[in-house]
Nanobody, 123 residues
């Protein structure tokens, strides 16, 4: 499984960005997907996850009601819509997946990572 995140950039607080993650795998529709981020000097943290069916989603408390993850299986792509961005959202954002599925992703037990994309939010 190869993953490539894109869509990062620099925005002012209150702005929006949409991240995309393209997957190179034939059976993308069977994979649950997750988003993680890592800020300088901090540990990687879970941001959001979406199940293979798209029915289940989970979010870190600090991004609930601001971030939304979705997927388009026809395009082998998962998205992270980020609204009302805050300076504390500044980080490198990664998409990832796990062979053991949705719960493993939420637990951070990941098998495949994509290259990250930088998100910088200025105050």
């Amino acid at each position: 499984v190869q993953l490539q995140a894109s869509g990062g950039g620099s925005v002012q607080a209150g702005g929006s960005l949409r991240l995309s993650c393209a997957a190179s795998v034939r059976t993308f529709s069977s994979y649950s997907m997750g988003w993680f981020r890592q800020a300088p000097g901090k540990e990687r943290e879970f941001v959001a996850a979406i199940s293979w069916s798209g029915v289940r989603t989970s979010y870190q408390d600090s991004v609930k009601d601001r971030f939304t993850t979705s997927r388009d299986d026809a395009k082998n792509t998962v998205y992270l819509q980020m609204n009302s961005l805050k300076p504390e959202d500044t980080a490198v954002y990664y998409c990832a997946t796990a062979a053991n599925g949705y719960r493993a992703i939420v637990a951070g037990q990941l098998d495949y990572w994509g290259q990250g994309t930088q998100v910088t939010v200025s105050s």
